[in-house]
């Protein structure tokens, strides 16, 4: 299940207001940017449609991508979720296990080839949890089932999955299968 708190694309193509903030916190490291996108993920959770999971875990960063950002956007956005919602936040319960493509230059056949093996879940953190992915933008949902996947096969309860931007096909602000 993903749940999409907004847009990154309007009806006419262009990115998003959230999405131009999004990218300046993220490319650019525009902290304004980036309490801007905190403020949202606060306003929006409250709202959220989904199971009260037990834990919110965010989607790793490439070590050598964290370093050079010198932040997980997707923990940023995690954080705010669970701070709004009481929930416990545990940021080292998945981690990227290799080098990989930045997604944002990959065709959309080229992310979906994206090898499972990229995530791995730590069993002593997620065994039997109910759990929440969070990331910052979904568009083939790859790098989420990636996570769900790592997650479930080290023994998570559940997994549902929330980002705070979709793109056009998704039913933005409905969780969707």
Known sequence: MVYCLGAYRANDRHATAVARALADFKYHGDRAAGR???WLATRYSASLDVNAPCVVVPVPLEARRLR????NQAA???RAIAQTRGLR???SALA???????QATLTRPARRRQSVATFAAR????????LLI????TTTGTTLANCALALEQAGASSVQAVTLLGVER????????
């Open 134 to 137: 969070v990331d910052d933008v």
């Open 170 to 177: 998704y039913d933005v602000g409905r969780s969707i299968s």
């Open 36 to 38: 801007a996108i905190y």
């Open 96 to 102: 990227r296990t290799g080098r990989s493509t930045a």
């Open 123 to 130: 069993a002593d953190r997620v065994g039997g949890a109910d």
């Open 76 to 78: 940023w956005i995690a």
């Open 68 to 71: 050079s950002r010198g932040f």
């Open 89 to 91: 936040l545990d940021a």
